[in-house]
Each structure stands twice: as structure tokens, then as C-alpha cells.
Nanobody, 124 residues
Framework: QVQLVESGGGSVQAGGSLKLPCAAS????????MVWYRQAPGKARDLVSE???????RYADSVKGRFTISQDNAKNTLYLQMNSLKTEDTAVYYC??????????????????WGQGTQVTVSS
């Protein structure tokens, strides 16, 4: 089973930047998208950004213009560049790989491979 490992989290002041890598341990069979989610204390896990195969990056309204998702396929690594960070960005950030079952068109969280998460704390 391929594993995803996030890193790059930490503490930063509001207005600062962080870049989160998410490294895959190998090739992900039938991968159809790569995503970043985050979960703040006491809240649900929310989608931050995603890249689906053949599609353009999408962002949550709360991070548009500040966050950028990218991937380096040669390195099997997904990135999330976070600029102009706000205190409300404080959360555990998770990357995930959506995979598609053979013969299925579904591409979503049901068949996703998740990383363990990395904490991002933004202070005022």
C-alpha cells in the first residue's frame, strides 16, 4: 500500500507563509486526483484544494488567492503553498490521493489514500 507523508507544518505568525509537501512512497494505481483537506479543532474536515486528473486546480473560497496547489510527478510529491496566512488557517492539514476502482467513474474520498496530517498553527 502506497503511503502519503505530509511535512512542512509548524508555527507561523499571521501574514507569513508555509509550504507543505506531501510525498507518496510509490506509484498510485488509478489515481484520479490529489487533494488537501484541513481540520480545525472541533470542526469537520474541509476541502482546501484539489487537482483532478486533466482538470484545473480548485480552491475553497477561504483560501483563494492565498494558497496554491501543485505537484511534481517526477518526485511523486504534492505541494500546498500557503501565503498571507491567517489565524483561521490553523488546523491539521491532510493530503489525500483519490483513486478510482477498476471500471468505476467515481473519484472521491471513498477510495482515497490519506496522509497522517501535519499541524499548522498561525498566531496573531
Amino acid at each position: 500500500q502506497v503511503q502519503l507523508v505530509e511535512s512542512g507544518g509548524g508555527s507561523v505568525q499571521a501574514g507569513g507563509s508555509l509550504k507543505l509537501p506531501c510525498a507518496a512512497s510509490g506509484y498510485i494505481l488509478r489515481r484520479c486526483g490529489m487533494v488537501w483537506y484541513r481540520q480545525a479543532p472541533g470542526k469537520a474536515r474541509d476541502l482546501v484544494s484539489e487537482i483532478r486528473s486533466g482538470g484545473t486546480p480548485r480552491y475553497a473560497d477561504s483560501v483563494k488567492g492565498r494558497f496554491t496547489i501543485s505537484q511534481d510527478n517526477a518526485k511523486n510529491t504534492l505541494y500546498l503553498q500557503m501565503n498571507s496566512l491567517k489565524t483561521e488557517d490553523t488546523a491539521v492539514y491532510y493530503c489525500a490521493a483519490y483513486t478510482r476502482q477498476s471500471g468505476s467513474t467515481y473519484c472521491g474520498t471513498d477510495d482515497a489514500i490519506w496522509g497522517q496530517g501535519t499541524q499548522v498553527t498561525v498566531s496573531s
